[in-house]
């Protein structure tokens, strides 16, 4: 609670005014979403779990679209399954403008992450339910793009890997953006050996690119939120 005081001094008028930019994280859901939308549209403020994973996520995603040589306006065609369902999780779904499998069946939903719920007609054609394992999210979905917040080391096992390899994507993505290393959804090594060296696989831990053999390498992109600072801090001195 004296962070969210400090957060409420900071963010008066009489503080700094209204020139100067408020960036703060590592709240609990509830209070990271209520506190940006109470102040964002009076503030220069910006919260780091919420846009700023948002943000790399975004511009991955675009890079995706490209990688697949499609124009950007077929982004929105793009299928992501996202594992997870905090702050950062739910920056990704408002920015992406998609939903993951949270349906109206579930008890105890945050309501932050409500919005998002999907009614059991909306998935009943691909043969989901509510409390579907994450293999059987991905074989069904299909999705271009697995992307990782769920900050559960191991959680892209062999098998959830190795359904990426039926993606409707000719060039499927993963992104194992927890940090740090320890708690990644997979490795980079697991990722190219067991989805195929055709895959765009980003981090937002450093890995090594990996050997594929023959010559080949397996590039690993970075997915960190730093790389999104220089960018915003740029935007705001223009304001």
Known sequence: MGTLCCLQKLLSPNRFGTSAIVQFEDFQMKWAFERLQRYQKRFCTFNDDIQGTAGVALAGLLGIV??????????????????????????????????????????????????????????????????????????????????????????????????????DSPKPAIFVMSNPTMNDECTAIDAFNHAGENIVFASGSPFKNIDLGNGKVGHVNQANNMYLFPGLVLMFSFL
């Open 66 to 167: 490209r990688a697949q040589d499609r124009p950007l306006t077929d982004f929105m065609n793009q299928k992501i399954v996202v594992v997870g369902a905090g702050s950062a999780e739910l920056g990704v779904f408002d920015n992406a403008a998609q939903a993951g499998l949270i349906t109206m069946e579930r008890k105890g939903v945050d309501p932050v992450a409500a919005p998002f719920a999907k009614a059991p007609g909306q998935i009943e054609g691909l043969g989901l339910r509510e409390g579907a394992n994450l293999v059987e999210v991905v074989k069904r979905v299909k999705p271009h793009l697995l992307l990782g917040l769920s900050g559960v080391d191991g959680i892209f096992n062999e098998q959830v890997v190795e359904a990426m390899r039926e993606s």
